[in-house]
């Protein structure tokens, strides 16, 4: 069992950046994959990054590589988003995620654990 708490978002001009935190509780932190991901007002959960146990590999959403970086701590059982560039399209409330189970990582029906979802406002 893992809770996890987003922190970081925010109102930010375009081209400014954030960091987003997820902290989560319990010894487990390290045995999970991690993941983020956004959701639009009337829109389905999307996929925006995903970190391994290790932090050894990650893989990105292509409407966001290049602008942001998905990064993990292990000793303060946080995972972190660091979103530079941002658009106004890039407005929506963003969700971290554990536990990947089998199958794609960008699938949300695969993943256990969720946050509560911090809101990233960008204006134009």
């Known amino acids: 069992q893992v809770q996890l708490v987003e922190s970081g978002g925010g109102l930010v001009q375009a081209g400014g950046s954030l960091r987003l935190s997820c902290a989560a509780s319990?010894?487990?932190?390290?045995?999970?994959?991690m993941g983020w991901f956004r959701q639009f007002p009337g829109k389905e959960r999307e996929f925006v990054a995903v970190i391994t146990r290790s932090g050894g590999s990650t893989h990105y959403a292509d409407s966001i590589k290049g602008r942001f970086t998905i990064s993990r701590d292990n000793a303060k059982n946080t995972v972190y988003l660091q979103m530079n560039s941002l658009k106004p399209e890039d407005t929506a409330v963003y969700y971290c995620a554990a536990d990947s189970g089998l199958g794609s990582p960008s699938d949300p029906m695969i993943w256990g654990y969720w946050g509560q979802g911090t809101q990233v406002t960008v204006a134009s």
């Open positions: 319990g010894r487990t932190f390290r045995s999970y994959d």
